[in-house]
């Protein structure tokens, strides 16, 4: 998984729009698209804001840690009682 398809995914399922997201980073739709395709690469603090913006750090987290974001969700859910 690419830093693109997380960052995209955690926009997606935080329901936010990439036009939202570019105001709220001060960035351009056109600069998160190129972010969410792998086209630009992106700064750590704008991987953080990111992820805090769109309520995922434990996504951001793995993906910098090297494991899988939908396996530690799983992991969360289980512990939780909600899986």
Request: aromatic share 4%; hydrophobic share 40%.
């Amino acid at each position: 998984m690419t830093a693109g398809t997380i960052l995209k995914h955690c926009r997606e399922k935080a329901g936010i729009s990439q036009v939202k997201l570019a105001r709220l980073l001060n960035r351009t739709q056109s600069s998160i698209s190129k972010l969410e395709k792998d086209q630009n690469p992106v700064d750590t603090d704008t991987f953080r804001d990111w992820t805090r913006i769109t309520n995922q750090m434990e996504a951001g987290i793995a993906f910098l840690y090297g494991v899988d974001p939908a396996a530690v969700l799983q992991t969360i859910l289980q512990v939780s009682g909600a899986a």
